[in-house]
């Protein structure tokens, strides 16, 4: 079978951000990671034979030329020091354990945080891709995937609203998410402002967007307490790109958790904030009434919203927000994986982390609804106790 990921930069941007961060911050973290199969999918015989032997082909991507100036020139926000870093960096398939019980797939990262970042995004894609090739679950054909973008297009600009592709991690393939994209910026539409995939946005001239993930706030709960995560992660983040990238996640740990910590100092730093889980439109509400309680017009903030959406969902949101908040949509499965399949409901998570000179901590994720908690049992319980959220 033909090699999946074919560039060092076919990930999100978040992902290198947050390395960038991590090499600055914490060089000397160790985290653990685990795959998550909450669709309970069951796998082929023979996936985690190839599934080995597409992480190996990946030791052997490095940064080109071309795409180390498409860097300099799309993102200013990395340093130098950090884009000869990554042209440096190397995968390493040992960090990637692999095991599978009859259609159970078992998946473990280990190793330093700085280079562990970079498995999550392209893993799961490959994880994606290969599945339906390996189970022979074809695609629309290119007519009516081409009908389907075009009328995803047309919602979007004609209701003005500002979007970008955030499908990676769970794509039908590249192949499809690049077709997607391309059929977004060959008609000139201005609503549709660019993507999370970093390969992706340099071949099409777009901008690549994201900040940081989940797992920023994690690990700083592991070093710092569930008290202090939210304030710290921002504080560290802002202290390294300096007003850059200045759309906060808020759910790591429930959103009125976040709030706390989200003072008028970081709500006057930040561009805003991103929704990822939970209800949108009380989001939208809880979001605009504490801008207002600090003080701080909601209209010169963004929320982005990004949590299971598709083009209607999105037009519902936007028309609820209007005049109250600014507002722009990251979508994921729905344009790069409706195809005429079922998507595969996973994630990759960070189980532990091992800040400089500490023991191992467990990690967990707690956001705005309950079936998106993950980590340890138990450890999620004495989080809602520290945070007040029993």
């Given amino acids: 079978m033909d090699q999946i990921i074919n560039s060092i930069l076919d990930n999100d941007l978040y992902k290198f951000s947050m390395q960038m961060a991590v090499v600055n911050k914490f060089p000397y973290a160790k985290v653990r990671s685990g795959f998550i199969n909450r669709g309970g999918t069951k796998f082929p015989d023979g996936f985690a034979e190839e599934l080995r032997r597409q992480i190996k082909f990946m030791e052997d991507l490095e940064l080109t030329n071309w795409e180390k100036k ?27 354990g692999i095991i599978q019980n009859g259609g159970d797939l078992e998946i473990s990262i280990d190793g330093y945080w700085y280079r562990q970042i970079l498995w999550e995004v392209p893993l799961m894609a490959i994880i994606s891709e290969l599945y339906f090739k390996m189970t022979e679950q074809d695609a629309w054909g290119k007519h009516e995937r ?27 393939s590249y192949d499809i998410q690049q077709e997607f994209i391309s059929s977004q910026v060959g008609i000139g539409s201005n609503t549709f402002v660019g993507t999370s995939n970093v390969a992706l946005a340099l071949e099409y001239d777009i901008k690549p967007i994201g900040t940081h993930a989940h797992e920023w706030f994690m690990f700083h709960a592991a070093k710092y307490g569930y ?15 300096r007003g850059d990238l200045g759309i906060a996640l808020s759910d790591t740990f429930t959103t009125n958790s976040f709030l706390k910590s989200f003072d008028k100092k970081f709500a006057k730093l930040y561009d805003g904030v991103r929704h990822d889980s939970g209800e949108p439109l009380e989001f939208a509400d809880k979001i605009i009434e504490h801008y207002k309680k600090l003080g701080i017009d909601p209209n010169s903030k963004t929320v982005v919203f990004s949590d299971s959406l598709n083009p209607e969902m999105a037009v519902k949101i936007a028309d609820y927000c209007k005049g109250k908040i600014k507002c722009s949509f990251g979508i994921g499965t729905n344009f790069t994986n409706d195809v005429g399949v079922k998507p595969l409901n996973m994630v990759i998570k960070m189980i532990e982390a091992k800040p400089e000179g500490e023991s191992w901590h467990k990690c967990v994720k707690l ?12 450890e999620i319980k004495l989080s809602k106790q520290v945070l007040n959220l029993c």
Avoid at 70 to 96: H, M, N
Avoid at 230 to 237: H, R
Avoid at 367 to 378: L, R, V, Y
């Fill in 70 to 96: 498409g860097l300099q020139q799309k993102c200013s926000f990395f340093s130098p020091t950090y884009i000869d870093f990554l042209a440096g960096y190397r995968y390493d398939s040992s960090e990637v």
């Fill in 146 to 172: 081409d009908k389907n973008n075009a009328e995803k297009q047309k919602t979007f600009r004609l209701n003005s609203l500002h979007y970008a592709d955030f499908g990676t991690r769970r794509r039908y």
């Fill in 227 to 241: 008290k202090m995560a939210n304030y710290l992660a921002m504080e560290n983040w802002s202290d390294v790109f």
């Fill in 367 to 378: 956001s705005d609804s309950e079936g998106k908690h993950t980590g340890d049992a138990d």
